[in-house]
């Protein structure tokens, strides 16, 4: 196959439009093409997206989007930001590509953002769905080619308008029996197709749907009053694939201490120059091990041995797991949090410290690497 018909060529599916076609995309160069999650860039629709419509620029929203897209080597800038934030920071027009878990989850997560997006409407390329999605606007020239250039047919539908929030929320898309966030917490597993939840001061109540988590509620509540209508809510794996392996990143430099709190990660990596990561929580320390993986930055994970399986749990070389025994991870990792070098010191000089003061207190194992 030669490199025209390559660049229309879906991972899925066989193109039918002429390369002539496939050059009057001039209003498709001028957006920006906002990605979320991993699965558009696991399955390969992100590279395809970005050769067939070429936007001006790819945004990517989303922490384990951002270990996929960097994996991927595609051209792209990251926010930390939900994608209705980023969409609307964005000076340019922009659109929306996405890959739901399922279409209908593709589909409910398209109209929760353009529920917060308001102004134009919403263009959202759901691959799940194989659509060109039109929330609360008209189709335009735009919208037309984008669909001849993908094969998708352009669908219109209206978002409600996002509500006040009145203590109460759905998370709808949901499978039984995979995990609930909220928030980056999970915090127990659907029973059915919807969670409903509602905030009562500072706690959360699962009303329906869910079978609870105690400890991730407890979790949440030590973190600060949640607003359940603008909360980060999910459910169902945050990635399905492992990730690459990458170069060591360091071996001496800051160790920093990660506390049921993995999707800040990047914010908290920053630039730095970071040898490691001591993590509290076994939904954390998987999700920071997936990424360390992929950055080459290994981690000391402090877990009781509770994951929800929420990532394919694969850790930099170097790295440790710390498993409780007759203590709580979490006491266990307020202990070590004192210990933790604030300036520069050398990983292993680091995590044999650690070793030594949890003594007894843990079975020491060696976590898989990519």
């Not at 929203?61 to 930390?80: D, K």
């Not at 490691?276 to 930055?297: K, Q, R, S, W, Y």
Request: glycine share 12%; hydrophobic share 40%.
């Amino acid at each position: 196959m030669n490199k025209k018909d390559d660049t229309a060529t879906h991972p899925c599916q066989v193109r039918t439009d002429t390369p002539g076609d496939r050059t009057k995309n001039s209003d498709i160069r001028q957006m920006v093409m906002v990605l979320h999650g991993p699965e558009v860039f696991d399955s390969g629709n992100a590279e395809w997206l970005s050769r067939v419509l070429a936007p001006k620029k790819i945004v990517v929203a989303g922490v384990m989007a951002r270990a996929a897209a960097e994996e991927s080597g595609l051209p792209c800038e990251f926010m930390s930001v939900p994608p209705s934030v980023a969409i609307r920071m964005l000076e340019a027009p922009s659109f929306l590509a996405n890959e739901g878990k399922t279409p209908e989850s593709g589909r409910i997560f398209g109209e929760i953002v353009a529920s917060r997006v308001g102004g134009e409407g919403l263009i959202q390329v759901e691959c799940a769905r194989r659509e060109v999605i039109c929330w609360n606007r008209k189709p335009d020239a735009a919208v037309h080619k984008i669909s001849g250039l993908t094969g998708y047919p352009v669908v219109e539908r209206m978002a409600p308008a996002l509500m006040p929030d009145e203590g109460y929320r759905t998370i709808r898309g949901c499978l039984p029996g995979e995990a609930v966030f909220v928030n980056g917490v999970v915090i127990g597993t659907a029973t059915g197709r919807e969670v409903v939840i509602r905030s009562e001061g500072e706690k959360i109540i699962p009303l329906s749907g869910l079978q609870v988590k105690d400890h991730g509620l407890e979790k949440l509540e030590r973190a600060g009053p949640v607003d359940v209508s603008r909360a980060w809510c999910k459910s169902g794996r945050l990635r399905s694939k492992g990730p690459l392996a990458g170069p060591r990143h360091a071996i001496v430099g800051k160790v920093i201490f990660v506390d049921h709190c993995g999707h800040h990660l990047y914010r908290m990596i920053g630039n730095g120059n970071i040898c490691g990561m001591v993590t509290v929580g076994d939904d954390t320390t998987a999700v920071c091990g997936h990424i360390g993986a992929h950055l080459g930055i290994p981690i000391l994970g402090i877990v009781d041995g509770d994951s929800d399986n929420i990532v394919p749990e694969r850790y930099a070389k170097g790295s440790i797991l710390a498993v409780a025994q007759g203590i709580s991870d979490d006491e266990l990792g307020r202990e070590v949090a004192g210990i933790v070098p604030e300036g520069e010191a050398s990983w292993e000089e680091c995590t044999a410290r650690i070793i030594a003061h949890i003594g007894d207190r843990a079975v020491i194992r060696k976590p898989p690497e990519p």
